[in-house]
C-alpha cells in the first residue's frame, strides 16, 4: 500500500536550469497538491490539481512555475530557468474525491531543489 | 487576514508536562479539522482528526469550538519524541478539498 511517491529526493540545479518534480499520489487518490517550504519557515500552498484539471493555483508564482497532473502519469511541477531563491522543499500531497467531508491528504518525503 | 493562525512557540516544557496548542480559523463554513506533525526535515503526517465533541488518541485530546472558530490540541505527558511542529489544518469545499494550513506551534520537550 505505497504512499505518496515524490522523485526526485534531492535535486540540485545550476541558475538558469529547468527543474522537474515528479508526484504520483496514494492509490485511489485523484487529487494533487503541491506546497513549497523554506527553511525555517511554514508550508506555502502552490496549485491542486485533479487528473487534467488545474482547480486552484493562487499561489503558483505568476512566472517560471507550471503544474500538471496528466490522465496517464505523475504529477510533474516545473519551474524554468531557477533562481537561488527557488532553492526549498517542495512537498506533494494527495486526496481522495470529496465524499464525507473527513478525507485528510498525505503527504510524500518531498523534494529538496538546491539551485547553486 | 489568514485562514488559519497558530501561536508559532515554541513551546518549551521538561519532560512529563502537558501543553496545550490553539489554533483559529476565519471561515465559518469551514468543514473538517486536523492536526499535522511536522519533524524538522521531514514530510507532514497527519497525527489526529478533531472532531465536533472532541477526541482523544493516547496521550493526545483534540478538541473544537465552531461559535468560537478554534481547534486545540492538548499533550499529556509529554515525550522528547513529542518535540516537532504542530500544523493545524483546515479543509474547505463541498465539491473538492481545499486545505489550509496553520504556520505551525513549535514544541522542544527538554529532559
Known amino acids: 500500500n505505497a504512499g505518496v511517491m515524490q522523485n526526485p529526493r534531492h535535486l540540485v540545479r545550476r541558475r538558469g536550469q529547468e527543474a522537474r518534480l515528479r508526484c504520483s499520489p496514494m492509490k485511489g487518490h485523484s487529487h494533487v497538491y503541491w506546497y513549497r517550504q523554506l527553511p525555517e519557515e511554514g508550508l506555502k500552498f502552490m496549485v491542486y490539481l485533479q487528473k487534467e484539471n488545474i482547480i486552484d493555483e493562487s499561489g503558483m508564482p505568476k512566472e517560471r512555475f507550471s503544474a500538471e497532473f496528466p490522465k496517464e502519469g505523475p504529477s510533474i511541477l516545473r519551474i524554468q530557468q531557477v533562481v537561488r531563491g527557488d532553492s526549498a522543499a517542495y512537498f506533494c500531497a494527495s486526496s481522495p474525491l470529496p465524499d464525507a467531508g473527513r478525507e485528510t491528504q498525505y503527504f510524500g518525503p518531498g523534494t529538496r531543489l538546491l539551485v547553486l | 487576514r489568514k485562514e488559519v493562525e497558530q501561536d508559532p512557540g515554541p513551546f518549551n516544557v521538561p519532560e512529563g508536562a502537558t501543553v496545550a496548542f490553539n489554533c483559529t480559523y476565519s471561515?465559518?463554513?469551514?468543514?473538517?479539522f486536523f492536526w499535522y506533525r511536522q519533524d524538522c526535515r521531514k514530510e507532514p503526517k497527519l497525527l489526529m482528526s478533531?472532531?465536533?465533541s472532541g477526541n482523544e488518541d493516547g496521550r493526545f485530546t483534540a478538541q473544537l469550538n465552531r461559535a468560537s472558530q478554534y481547534i486545540s490540541l492538548l499533550i499529556r505527558d509529554s515525550k522528547l519524541s513529542d518535540s516537532a511542529t504542530y500544523l493545524c489544518v483546515v479543509k474547505e469545499g463541498y465539491n473538492f478539498n481545499k486545505f489550509y494550513f496553520g504556520s505551525g506551534t513549535k514544541l522542544n520537550v527538554k529532559p
Open positions: 471561515n465559518s463554513a469551514s468543514q473538517s
Open positions: 478533531v472532531y465536533s
